[in-house]
């Protein structure tokens, strides 16, 4: 028997845009206000496990072909390499450094480092939950 689920799939899209939407908001804000990497990542993915729920798990490996154990890599060596930036000028691990330059399009922009360490532990957040869950949820 073929299920019709038409609304929950409806629903799912729309729910999980809004959830990226903030989840991105979040991520941003994060060095200025609360916020950030972690709470970002696990917004970020909230709304990809809303969607492996809705769908089947195949159905979103195709759509979403991502190997989530070299993104904790690749977020966990961001963050390292952002924390040990500063011990090569003599400052102590995870010193963070910021100025404002005038960007073309955006005007006078604060650039920090915060930012791509927020990065790593976003990648390494959403790796980690959603290798733990899709591990538990493939289970047989």
């Known amino acids: 028997m073929k299920t019709n689920n038409v609304m929950l799939h409806t629903v799912t899209k729309i729910a999980a845009f809004i959830i990226l939407t903030f989840s991105v908001f979040l ?5 200025n206000n609360p916020g950030g990497g972690f709470i970002g990542g696990l917004m970020t993915a909230s709304a990809l496990l809303l969607l492996y729920v809705s769908y089947d798990i195949k159905s979103i490996r195709k ?5 989530y154990v070299h993104i904790i890599a690749a977020g966990l060596l961001i963050a390292i390499v952002t924390g040990i930036v500063g011990m090569f000028i003599g400052d102590p691990f995870l010193t963070q450094y910021f100025d404002y330059f005038d960007l073309p399009i955006l005007g006078e922009t604060e650039l920090t480092t915060a930012l791509p360490f927020d990065l790593g532990i976003y990648m390494v957040v959403v790796g980690i939950a959603l290798v733990i869950i899709l591990t538990i949820g493939e289970d047989t």
Do not use: D, L, S
């Not at 991520?27 to 060095?31: E, L, N, Y």
């Open 27 to 31: 991520f941003f804000a994060g060095h």
């Open 63 to 67: 759509a979403i072909p991502f190997n």
